[in-house]
């Protein structure tokens, strides 16, 4: 029999650490095997319990979330899942935190999130960092620079009328930012998924658009889909594309969650592939669940090209794996081959059969 997955909650409420606590232990495969109220108990409890997981809350007394991760993650790496407030403090922190290396940001219950969504999150995560075991630590604790104007900038030349549609869920925070880093400035439109809450897809947009060559943004609904921008679905609402006065435009709607998220690679994989499937270039990455599995498909039968993370470079093998399954993928690609492999297609030139 399997042992459980161990976490250790880091938070300076008694109260957020009582509730999921109580939570997380009513779940199957999971153990909180200890809690900590500031990073000082937290570093003594994870030397003496290694846990497979933990849980870090930013703004804590004695040293803050973020400086005892860089600090974990240099001497001591693991899995880590940064537990946020929604405020613009909080959202800037927990992006400097997946740059540190944290492997997902959480948010705190509040709205329409509960404890029960936070701790379903934590619980499947924890099973998943137990499967892939400790983490390599990051030489240096190097952290991804910005694309500076003085650099040379390839161009795609006419790269047609191509429209690339990118998916991702858990780890899928570096995973996009690793595509995005290695595209030209000219690259076709991009419409990204990312499952994250309301008010962290802001900060995370703003993050990809200091590291890229392109233009990033988070979506409005209107918004024109044009080369070199890259458009990413708002934490809680669907994102999904209609033409407009002009050509295409951006459509960010609210309505039910679809394979239990919102927003959900489903919607925009599906759309891409009824309005432009033939013209679709799509990438499915790192995530659990299924989430864009039936939609990508969807895009390869419409004619499109279709690319799904293979596992190896996946932090977690989900959403990809359930795509390769159900016959969506023509190419499988380790994660630093999938944006040169999109830059090619835009192109007109091939890529290697999987």
Not at 163 to 183: D, F, H, K, M, N
Not at 291 to 301: K, Q
Request: proline share 6%; glycine share 10%.
């Amino acid at each position: 029999m399997t042992a459980d997955a161990t976490i250790l909650i880091v938070d300076d409420s008694a109260l957020v650490r009582q509730v999921l606590k109580r939570d997380l232990e009513a779940r199957p495969g999971v153990t909180v095997i200890a809690t900590a109220p500031d990073p000082f108990i937290a570093r003594e409890k994870i030397k003496r319990f290694s846990p497979d997981l933990v849980v870090l809350d930013l703004e804590m007394p004695r040293m803050d979330g973020l400086t005892f991760l860089r600090k974990l993650m240099k001497y001591d790496p693991r899995s880590v899942v940064v537990c946020s407030s929604m405020t613009p403090r909080g959202c800037d922190l927990a992006m400097q935190c997946l740059e540190a290396g944290a492997l997902e940001v959480v948010c705190k219950p509040g709205g329409s999130f509960s404890i029960t969504d936070l701790g379903a999150q934590i619980a499947d995560l924890a099973r998943n960092a137990r499967r892939r075991g400790r983490l390599a630590a990051r030489p240096g604790g190097a952290t991804p620079t910005a694309v500076v104007a003085a650099a040379p900038r390839r161009t795609l030349g006419d790269g047609g009328d191509r429209i690339v549609a990118i998916g991702a869920s858990t780890g899928g925070t570096e995973a996009i930012r690793t595509v995005l880093s290695t595209l030209p400035a000219d690259s076709p439109p991009i419409l990204m998924v990312q499952h994250m809450p309301p008010g962290f897809t802001k900060a995370f947009s703003e993050r990809l658009d200091r590291l890229s060559a392109i233009e990033v943004k988070e979506a409005e609904d209107g918004d024109e889909i044009r080369p070199g921008r890259a458009l990413l679905a708002p934490g809680d609402r669907h994102l999904s594309i209609q033409r407009g006065a002009g050509g295409w435009r951006a459509r960010v709607q609210d309505g039910p969650r679809v394979k239990r998220h919102k927003p959900s690679v489903e919607v925009l994989f599906e759309s891409v592939a009824a309005h432009r499937g033939s013209d679709a270039i799509a990438a499915l990455l790192t995530g659990m669940g299924d989430d864009g599995a039936d939609g990508l498909l969807a895009i390869r039968e419409a004619g499109g090209t279709t690319i799904a993370q293979d596992e190896a470079s996946c932090v977690v093998f989900g959403m990809p794996k359930v795509g390769i399954a159900r016959g969506g993928a023509m190419h499988v690609l380790p994660l630093d081959d999938i944006g040169p492999a999109i830059t090619r297609l835009a192109a007109g030139r091939a890529v290697a059969a999987a």
